[in-house]
């Protein structure tokens, strides 16, 4: 592990609904465009659900059209941390996890061609985020 936030399997379980734990504790997805937040505008800031850590800006959500909020970087590089995801054959991936807790957010893609300055597509799980508004 060694994380700066752990618990148990059953502190988990008991902090989150059957969904969340599912997505953030076993790599989950949920089903596209279902998510609360993929077609939201609202300005704020993005955290991890599982642990509250600041992960994303609205400033650098973007409209992908892929059915789950897309961003083009995280708010601090140190926020999330990739490991290499081969759990699909022939098709070799970027786990997206949160860097405090190491709860599984989704995938990052890159190359895709979005109009972004990092040419980076932040794929995340509405369920596996939350959003608290900022006036702005």
Known sequence: MGYKVE?????WRSE????EYHVLREAGTERPFTGEYNET?????????GCGTELFRSGTKFESHCGWPSFYDPADSDAVELLPDNSLPGRPRTEVRCATCGGH??????GEGYDTPTDQRYCINSIAIRLEPVEG
């Open 105 to 110: 957010l989704g995938h990052v893609f890159e």
């Open 16 to 19: 989150l609904t059957p969904e």
């Open 7 to 11: 618990k148990s399997d059953e502190e």
């Open 41 to 49: 505008k609202t300005v704020g800031i993005y955290t991890c659900r």
